[in-house]
């Protein structure tokens, strides 16, 4: 099988502080993967390595082959932890922004999505609650045809049935020959989906496993090992 993702011997320090520490790691196509450590442990600093919005220290990334750029843009689809989206943007302003920027960018599904959730695709971003506008994030992010999906806590900060309205659309827009790569402290509403799962540690990777080899081999379900190793 192809190789996805590739990171050997990577870096990141920030003056005296290592926050990515010779961090090697391997992703292939097709699975949904938690990236799950406590905070500080350098999820959030390996995302934007990924993406390119960080330049390593040392080390090397390599997304289908090649090194962070213009080109490995067209292949991530990114979704970070913050909003980034303008409040004075209407709904299809946004869309077609979006359409204008990426080729593999799909409004029509986009606007099927907007409307299953009776969202006025003329409505202002700044008239919307916080719920709404995390579901027209994941929407722009998951409209696009992209080889690596990367959500920097997706899920956090919303009430459960936008988590299940997230969740399932992360199951059911994703390419089945791309990945998606979950960052995330909210375990247990998504380990459901999760194929593989890796455990990071002050910028070091401790654990990278399969769901279904953690749960017949340690006899417990990621979220308690999580709990168990990282003490919390």
Same mark, same amino acid.
Request: charged content about 25%; hydrophobic content about 40%.
């Given at each position: 099988?192809? /190789?996805?993702?590739?990171?050997?011997?990577? /870096? *990141?320090?920030?003056?005296?502080?290592?926050?990515i520490?010779? %961090?090697?790691?391997?992703?292939?196509?097709?699975?949904?993967?938690?990236?799950?450590?406590?905070?500080?442990?350098? *999820?959030?600093?390996?995302?934007?390595?990924?993406?390119?919005?960080?330049t390593?220290?040392?080390?090397?990334?390599?997304?289908?082959?090649?090194?962070?750029?213009?080109? /490995? @843009? *067209?292949?991530?689809? #990114? +979704?970070?932890? $913050?909003?980034?989206?303008?409040?004075?943007?209407?709904?299809?302003? +946004?869309?077609?922004f979006?359409?204008?920027?990426?080729?593999?960018?799909?409004?029509?599904?986009?606007?099927?999505? %907007?409307?299953?959730?009776k969202?006025?695709?003329?409505?202002?971003?700044?008239?919307?609650?916080?719920?709404?506008?995390?579901?027209?994030?994941?929407?722009?992010? !998951?409209?696009r /045809?992209?080889?690596? #999906?990367?959500?920097?806590?997706?899920?956090?900060?919303?009430?459960?049935?936008? $988590?299940?309205?997230?969740?399932?659309?992360?199951?059911?827009?994703?390419?089945?020959?791309?990945?998606v790569?979950?960052?995330t402290?909210?375990?247990? &509403?998504?380990?459901?989906?999760?194929d593989?799962?890796?455990?990071?540690?002050?910028?070091?990777?401790?654990?990278?496993?399969?769901? &279904?080899?953690? $749960? !017949?081999?340690?006899? @417990?379900?990621? &979220?308690?090992?999580?709990r168990?190793?990282?003490?919390?």
């Amino acid at each position: 099988m192809n /190789t996805l993702l590739e990171c050997h011997e990577l /870096t *990141k320090k920030y003056s005296f502080k290592t926050a990515i520490d010779r %961090l090697n790691l391997t992703l292939e196509p097709g699975k949904i993967i938690g990236l799950l450590g406590p905070n500080g442990s350098g *999820k959030t600093t390996l995302i934007k390595l990924i993406n390119g919005l960080l330049t390593p220290t040392k080390g090397t990334i390599l997304i289908n082959g090649t090194a962070p750029g213009v080109a /490995t @843009k *067209k292949q991530i689809a #990114y +979704l970070p932890d $913050r909003s980034y989206l303008n409040d004075w943007m209407s709904v299809s302003e +946004l869309i077609q922004f979006f359409a204008d920027f990426y080729d593999d960018f799909r409004p029509a599904r986009a606007f099927d999505m %907007l409307d299953a959730l009776k969202i006025n695709p003329k409505d202002r971003l700044k008239t919307l609650s916080k719920g709404t506008k995390e579901k027209i994030q994941l929407i722009l992010v !998951m409209c696009r /045809t992209a080889s690596l #999906y990367i959500l920097d806590e997706p899920i956090a900060g919303v009430d459960p049935a936008a $988590r299940d309205f997230i969740i399932h659309t992360i199951i059911n827009n994703y390419n089945p020959s791309s990945s998606v790569l979950i960052s995330t402290h909210l375990i247990a &509403d998504i380990e459901s989906i999760l194929d593989d799962v890796i455990f990071i540690k002050d910028g070091t990777v401790t654990l990278h496993k399969s769901v &279904d080899d953690i $749960r !017949m081999e340690e006899g @417990k379900s990621v &979220d308690t090992l999580f709990r168990e190793v990282f003490a919390c």
